[in-house]
């Protein structure tokens, strides 16, 4: 009979796995993943994706600040020389402005138009204007508001930059809107020839009154050849501060003390 060694007889360990902890790395996981968004720019982003969380601080800081855009480059801007100057005085220094009109075939003006409309309907949570501004004149017009001011002091320095804009279209016809309730007067459609599609001006410039500034253009430049009288411009749908700036513009006491205001709907 042979003798050999006996084999050791390998000892069988019953692993257990803590399924809470397990749970709880999958949940971490799953957090580091899912969508915020900014309470203050409105943008819905990752921010443990680094690139998603970059694009969110860029889109924030134009959120706040407007449009960075090279002086050089605005002085090339087709409408530059006939453009609308506006002076603000505040806390003790003089802030230059200028409205310029958004020549349709020029590409970066365009991109510039359309870039700022995307950081306005991000904010307000709104759909796609109809951007008949860039069909051209007689579909729609838009104005660009810039900072050209050598006093403004923030981390972008002196550079020029686009703080505010409204964009325009053609229409026809309206109604007539209570302010204090937002409820339309029914059985009744007024004439219009304007309606203001969008109107905006980023955070940290209002309180200058550049809304205001925007829209004292639109009478004299929104149709060639003619002076409108602020009834015939009408509101898409305006926000709370759209209301109030629409209150101020154009609004219409009613003999029954209601308030009312000129506006249309998008197509």
């Known amino acids: 009979m042979n003798e050999g060694k006996l084999k ?9 796995f803590d399924i809470n902890l397990l749970s709880k790395s999958n949940k971490d996981k799953s957090a580091s993943a899912k969508n915020i968004v900014c309470n203050k720019c409105h943008m819905s982003y990752v921010p443990h994706i680094q690139a998603d969380s970059q694009l969110h601080d860029k889109f924030h800081q ?4 407007g449009l960075n855009i090279p002086y050089n480059t605005i002085k090339t801007f087709d409408n530059y020389e006939t453009a609308t100057d506006i002076f603000h005085k505040k806390d003790g220094k003089e802030y230059e402005f200028k409205i310029i009109e958004i020549n349709p075939k020029n590409y970066k ?3 510039l138009g359309k870039e700022y409309i995307e950081i ?12 008949k501004w860039l ?24 550079s020029t930059r686009a703080v505010g804009f409204v964009s325009l279209e053609r229409i026809t016809k309206g109604k ?3 302010l204090e309730s937002s409820k339309i007067v029914p059985n009744q459609e007024i004439p219009l020839v304007i309606g203001i599609s969008r109107i905006y001006v980023s955070k940290n410039w209002r309180g200058f009154g550049l809304g205001m ?3 004292n253009v639109l009478p004299d430049n929104s149709v060639y050849g003619m002076t409108l009288k602020k009834s015939q411009i009408g509101w898409s749908q305006p926000s709370e501060s759209g209301s109030r700036l629409a209150h101020k513009f154009s609004s219409f006491k009613h003999k029954s003390g209601k308030t009312l205001i000129p506006v249309y709907v998008e197509e």
């Open 8 to 16: 050791k007889k390998k000892r069988t360990i019953q692993m257990h």
């Open 62 to 65: 134009r959120s706040f600040e």
């Open 109 to 111: 003006e365009c991109n």
């Open 120 to 131: 306005c309907n991000t904010e307000l949570n709104a759909p796609n204007d109809t951007s």
């Open 135 to 158: 069909h051209g004149s007689n579909f729609g017009k838009m104005f660009v508001l810039i900072s050209i001011s050598k006093h403004r002091t923030n981390s972008f320095g002196n």
């Open 176 to 178: 007539w809107m209570v």
């Open 213 to 215: 500034d925007l829209l």
